[in-house]
């Protein structure tokens, strides 16, 4: 059976030609954003928010778990973005060190605590990851990583929120923003 890393190896490996792209809950709160400070992609990934971040000014530490992904990011990564191949949940961040904290399709509930306390206060998060309740089959199947309706509102309930959404199976499913979940809180 593979260990974590080999599975996101394998995934990263067959993405390598793929564009990194910025998360929905990023892109649309940008105006969110500190103009300067340092910020946390945590499970980067491609790294497509670590890249909008540090062109947004910021500082960036980007974690992945995946040294295949760290590399592919390590060949477009600007000056300001240090990368670092990291199992997030075996070495989680330090508390109170950053400005700015990015999650996207990344859950594991253990670590909403961890993420809370390695915010500086006035601290932003900006989470994003996929529903139980969706229209389309599109993200883990596995339901221990996908969301029940209105989780990340009580998973980060000491946190301020700022912007919520989450359109789940309600309405006209041909149009809106479905099968996910968007939050960007801040620390107080």
């Known amino acids: 059976m593979m260990d974590a890393q080999q599975k996101w190896d394998a995934i990263y490996t067959k993405r390598h030609d793929e564009v990194p792209t910025v998360s929905l809950v990023l892109e649309q709160n940008q105006h969110l954003l500190p103009k300067t400070g340092l910020a946390l992609d945590l499970a980067c990934g491609l790294g497509g928010n670590s890249l909008f971040l540090a062109d947004k000014g910021l500082n960036v530490e980007s974690w992945d778990i995946s040294s ?10 600007l000056v300001n973005i240090r990368t670092q191949q990291r199992d997030v949940i075996a070495n989680p961040p330090e508390a109170h060190t950053y400005d700015v904290i990015v999650v996207s399709h990344f ?73 996910q979940a968007m939050l960007v809180a801040e620390k107080v």
């Open 68 to 77: 295949v992904a760290i590399s592919q990011l390590d060949k477009k990564a």
């Open 107 to 179: 859950l594991v509930r253990d670590m909403a605590d961890v993420i809370t306390e390695a915010l500086k206060p006035g601290g932003v998060l900006f989470y994003q990851t996929f529903c139980r309740n969706k229209v389309h089959e599109i993200g883990p199947s596995n339901p221990d990583f996908l969301l029940d309706d209105n989780e990340l509102l009580r998973m980060f309930s000491c946190l301020k929120v700022r912007v919520y959404r989450e359109e789940s199976v309600l309405g006209q499913l041909e149009s809106g923003w479905r099968n």
